[in-house]
């Protein structure tokens, strides 16, 4: 986590991108939250020590640029992400900021079977400095160590609409759940085509416009337009990464989903000179690699809300290049 800090960093298509990427397990209904099944993943004086051993490790690995250690305390996508960013923060020499949770409310469902999982809402920093995170702690199987698998930056409170039990535990929804406006485990595959074919794409009307679905897109064809200008081709194709769907059931009977795109870009110039490893793309590969070709990989993790009828709403993201090859 403190390896990622976000930085004011841009990738190489430029700040046309920016805004808009930077603005940018049971189901039931909640009568059946009222019959709980399976057992609580854990307890929340445990998810606290969870997150505090969490914080501890990930500073100690955040002040030495070590992303062996963040192996010890994360798993994918979160790790190769974080590991990545500790790349780039290693090149510019930036040690991240020390990490301290606030504000922190646990969230953990009812399972009957592994992976356990829970998740958290905190913050980080003070005033107009203040992140939110929507955390995601699972744990493979009984012994194991508790890895944050994924932490999404959710621009509103997105996880006060989660409901809980009388017990204050809550529900998880199985992604294939039939009674929302579109199953959980449909979402990434959607998103990917709208952020890859546009708003007429199939299954990008389950989403609703925004910073990280219309708008993104849009953005991402003013990028290419922007580069053919300089000489550059760029061409973008997202897809659902190959990565475990979770959500948490909501008040009104919809679900907050917690999901990943992996986006994979190629860049061409005619002339060399014309590229450049910089911005996001800092660390993972020598800066004069590229000449007239880079390829590179991008892992996107989203948080959405699906209401029972209706179109999802993408609140919360995190973006990292996580490769990048040039020729």
């Known amino acids: 986590m403190a390896a990622r800090t976000p930085v004011p960093i841009v990738p190489l298509t430029g700040c046309l991108l920016a805004a808009a990427l930077a603005a940018g397990c049971s189901g039931g209904t909640s009568a059946e939250a009222a019959k709980p099944r399976g057992a609580p993943a854990l307890t929340k004086a445990q998810a606290q020590r969870v997150l505090a051993s969490y914080t ?21 996508p979160q790790l190769s992400m974080d590991v990545a960013a500790l790349k780039l923060r290693r090149a510019v020499r930036q040690r991240p900021p020390k990490l301290a949770f606030t504000s922190t409310t646990f969230y953990i469902p009812r399972l009957t079977g592994y992976p356990h999982w829970f998740a958290a809402d905190a913050a ?9 995170h ?9 012994g194991a160590p508790w890895l944050l698998a994924a932490d999404p930056y959710p621009a509103e409170p997105a996880l006060s609409k989660i409901a809980l039990d009388p017990d204050g535990f809550a529900t998880p929804v199985d992604p294939g759940a039939k009674d929302l406006a579109v199953a959980p485990g449909s979402l990434p595959q959607a998103h990917a085509a709208l952020l890859t074919e546009g708003p007429r794409a199939s299954g990008a009307a389950h989403l609703a416009d925004g910073a990280k679905t219309s708008e993104t897109y849009k953005a991402l064809k003013q990028g290419e337009h922007a580069l053919a ?3 550059v081709t760029l061409s973008s194709r997202f897809s659902a990464a190959p990565y475990k769907v ?8 919809g679900a907050l989903v917690w999901y990943v795109l992996k986006q994979n870009e190629a860049y061409s110039a005619t002339k060399r000179g014309r590229l450049a490893v910089s911005g996001d793309l800092v660390g993972l590969a020598p800066a004069r690699t590229a000449r007239t070709r880079m390829d590179t990989t991008v892992l996107v993790q989203y948080l959405a809300t699906v209401p029972a009828k209706g179109r999802a709403t993408v609140s919360g993201m995190y973006r990292k290049a996580v490769t990048a090859h040039g020729t």
């Open 229 to 231: 200008g300089r000489g």
């Open 246 to 253: 979770y959500a948490l059931r909501t008040k009104d009977r």
């Open 134 to 142: 929507a955390l995601l702690f699972t744990q493979a199987e009984a």
């Open 56 to 76: 501890a490790a990930a500073n100690r690995a955040g002040y030495r640029f070590s992303g062996r250690a963040l192996r010890a305390i994360e798993a994918d």
């Open 124 to 132: 980080t920093g003070q005033g107009d400095r203040t992140l939110r």
